[in-house]
């Protein structure tokens, strides 16, 4: 009996291709395929068997581009090529890919690897978020520990003032420091409060959390606010912070509300909660086999444009009196989880997704 190694002995070699999110093929010097992974296959919607041995430069829009490539790589006038392109695909529009030509130790052989345009944007995007977080997390805190001190001398200084005068006039202007330096003091206190406490590390169920944030939302919200729960039961407990991912999730869930206003006020808002499985996914730089996907949902009117790209960074708040620091606190309770936070919104539908390694 004949295995799939057997049909095609390249399947065996190559194997480990099939763990890629992104699409590779590997060809003959003269464009026919000898291998296609599991994400090619996909991508253009097709098996395997139908794109092995075909003419791989017929897929693309401009199939004489990679034609020239693989004839300079005959050649070896490269050790790799780079270029963008357009992958034609079965009852769909072609779609932008950044194109990866590498020979492999074989002569004759050659690797080609396509990352499309939109996941090569995601990743970037992703990276960017990452480092920013980071700067963001040192800028807090040297900033809050500046404040600090001064602040305490402030309001030291404000309640010794208070204690020698006698008119209750000029009281009332030291009570106003006195109030104004407590609340810029919660303010900092706040703003360090994720590197003050310290991780407490256990055994984590997302769906226990979720409904906790639940039941606090709508003790909040008991009229004119639904919340919807569409979970996958399948999700293994995971070793976490409880109290930071419960903090987490309750932030997201608050902001939602906050651009929910006007929906409660007529009796329609909506927020979903609804829980998945990803796999072989990339997120902060790395690669992981499973992870969680958490997505809070609202039928809210969006995330504003003007905003849209700083939502996670501090002080930055999308309504008036808002202190800009709930996404930012939950952002970094999910990055201490080795995790992040990524939004998507439209007017109607604003999509936080929670990312999570799992074991």
Known sequence: MNTPHTLNPYIARFHAFDLLA???????????????????????GTSR???EGSNFPD???EPHILQNALEGAGSNEFAALRYDAWLKRLNHEPVPVHVILAQTERPGEVIIEMLPQEQQAKQDREERLIDQAQANKELIRNL????????????????????????RELIEYTQVIIHEADRLQSLVDRLLAPHRRPHVVGDVNIHEICERVRSLILAEFPRGLKIEREYDVSIPEFRGDREQ??????NVA??????LTERIADGD???TFLSRIARQVTFGKQRYRLALELHVINNGPGVPESIKDRIFYPLVSGREGGSGLGLTLAQTFVQQHHGLIECDSVPGRTD????????
């Open 245 to 250: 991912l419960i903090q987490a999730v309750l």
């Open 144 to 167: 809050a520990h500046e404040i600090k001190n001064p602040l305490g001398g402030i309001r030291g200084a404000a309640q010794l003032l208070e204690m020698e005068i006698e008119s």
């Open 352 to 359: 936080f997704k929670l990312l999570i390694p799992l074991p």
């Open 59 to 61: 897929c693309f829009t």
């Open 269 to 271: 808002a909506q927020i």
């Open 22 to 44: 992104t699409l590779v093929a590997v060809l003959r010097s003269d464009g026919s395929v000898l291998f296609a992974n599991a994400a090619l296959e996909d991508a253009l």
């Open 254 to 259: 608050h902001n939602a509300t906050q651009a």
């Open 49 to 51: 068997r139908t794109i």
